[in-house]
T-cell receptor, first 114, second 109 residues
Framework: IAGITQAPTSQILAAGRRMTLRCTQD?????MYWYRQDLGLGLRLIHY???????GKGEVPDGYSVSRANTDDFPLTLASAVPSQTSVYFC?????????????FGPGTRLTVL | GQNIDQPTEMTATEGAIVQINCTYQ??????LFWYQQHAGEAPTFLSY??LDGLEEKGRFSSFLSRSKGYSYLLLKELQMKDSASYLC??????????WGAGTKLIIKP
């Protein structure tokens, strides 16, 4: 593993189904983030974690949950998918949350909810 | 509310110079980032500004004026591979990034 990986690459999901998007980083970064990207809109923060064992809500958290049991993994769960959750989902990580600590992004998961 | 404004699309010619502007209104300011995103790919980091002035990195430069809530990304000697979206993001008082919708840059030969 080099950097951040996400799985699956893409998924078509029936409305009402539960889905977990996986994210793993091997850079030992403290902070991790989940964003969604929709056409014409900027990246919007769903949930974040500043360090293992802690999580926080971003701008659009409704319908999503996360956990951070260890430094490397930060899964995002959709408990009961709805069509408005159709989007491209990016996981990101950074060494810290201040100063010259840029966020590194995974390749994304393209999710379609029908 | 928090707001980041960038032009939706710009067109430039290979070999030329282009300036992409970004204006922001956020609750607090703890730095401004520029990212590049090719179609279908993840954003990648280009530059970071926290103090007023110009930061130069090869063909790319980024400028910040905190008093005006304004930044620009300057791309010199444009190459076809520079065709991409350029995202402006501001780190707010909660140390979270607020993102603009991005500027799609089209390079013509």
């Amino acid at each position: 593993i080099a950097g951040i990986t996400q799985a699956p690459t893409s998924q078509i999901l029936a409305a009402g189904r539960r889905m977990t998007l996986r994210c793993t980083q091997d850079m030992r970064h403290n902070a991790m983030y989940w964003y969604r990207q929709d056409l014409g809109l900027g990246l919007r923060l769903i949930h974040y974690s500043n360090t293992a064992g802690t999580t926080g809500k971003g701008e659009v958290p409704d319908g999503y949950s996360v956990s951070r049991a260890n430094t490397d993994d930060f899964p995002l769960t959709l408990a009961s998918a709805v069509p408005s959750q159709t989007s491209v989902y990016f996981c990101a990580s950074s060494n810290g949350t201040s100063g010259y600590n840029e966020q590194f992004f995974g390749p994304g998961t393209r999710l379609t909810v029908l | 509310g928090q707001n980041i404004d960038q032009p939706t699309e710009m067109t430039a010619t290979e070999g030329a110079i282009v300036q992409i502007n970004c204006t922001y209104q956020t609750s607090g300011f703890n730095g401004l980032f520029w990212y590049q995103q090719h179609a279908g790919e993840a954003p990648t980091f280009l530059s970071y500004n926290v103090l007023d002035g110009l930061e130069e990195k090869g063909r790319f430069s980024s400028f910040l004026s905190r008093s005006k809530g304004y930044s620009y990304l300057l791309l010199k000697e444009l190459q076809m591979k520079d065709s991409a979206s350029y995202l402006c993001a501001v780190r707010d008082s909660n140390y979270q990034l607020i993102w603009g919708a991005g500027t799609k840059l089209i390079i013509k030969p």
